[in-house]
């Protein structure tokens, strides 16, 4: 796919520009990246989301009932909630200093998400979740993938926690902006992606012109 060719282009990009910089090579190579579609973003129905949740309580899983809910409540990406220290939650919030983008960001917490992370650092307080290996956390999630009968459906993920959260945060507040800084995306344009499953300021448009 492009998008997998462009990971590749990104890759090779990289490498030229610390050879150039460096003076190893005349000058940095310049790669053409391919347009990519944009993929359907999986959220999930407020069934699934309790599903999903009570799965894990009612097998006495509460390390990964906590686990996936701080995915589902604070839209962080499974590497940041993975390495998460105990000094990093204060003031009802979570600090996230190592992001994709580079760009560190304080996320606030849900009541019941503070719970889960005290919860948590109960057992560790230095990583409260470290136990989630990708490994661990793949096979907890496949298990009940199968449980729901979701297995046949390759949208169902545990980024799709972010999807979901960023997705209700959205339709909430209608601030593309506001999701932009909680989900601590570089450009807009990775945002907007949001913006077509919102439909409330369109048909405000509509009742304008009705007017």
């Not at 997998?4 to 610390?18: C, E, Q």
């Not at 391919?34 to 989301?49: C, D, H, N, P, W």
């Not at 470290?130 to 729901?148: C, F, I, N, P, Q």
């Not at 209700?168 to 913006?195: C, D, F, P, S």
Request: hydrophobic share 35%; proline share 2%; with cysteine.
């Amino acid at each position: 796919s492009h998008g997998t060719i462009n990971r590749k282009l990104a890759t090779l990009s990289k490498m030229s520009g610390f050879a150039a910089e460096r003076g190893w090579v005349s000058a940095k190579i310049r790669v053409g990246f391919r347009k990519e579609r944009q993929g359907r973003i999986r959220f999930f129905s407020a069934t699934e989301r309790t599903a999903i949740l009570r799965y894990y309580t009612e097998r006495g899983e509460q390390e990964w009932h906590d686990y996936f809910l701080m995915l589902i409540d604070t839209a962080a990406r499974a590497s940041e909630v993975e390495t998460l220290q105990g000094r990093d939650f204060h003031d009802g919030a979570i600090h996230i200093w190592h992001t994709k983008a580079d760009l560190p960001r304080t996320i606030p917490l849900t009541e019941r998400a503070k719970q889960a992370i005290q919860r948590r650092m109960l057992s560790d307080a230095t990583r409260p979740f470290g136990y989630a290996t990708e490994g661990a956390r793949r096979h907890a999630w496949d298990r009940m993938k199968v449980s729901l009968g979701l297995e046949g459906d390759e949208q169902f993920v545990p980024h799709a926690c972010r999807h979901d959260c960023a997705t209700r945060l959205l339709r909430a507040t209608g601030n593309i902006l506001l999701v932009q800084r909680w989900l601590g995306h570089r450009t807009l344009e990775m945002t907007l992606r949001y913006a077509h499953l919102v439909t409330s300021d369109l048909e405000r448009g509509c009742a304008l012109l009705e007017g």
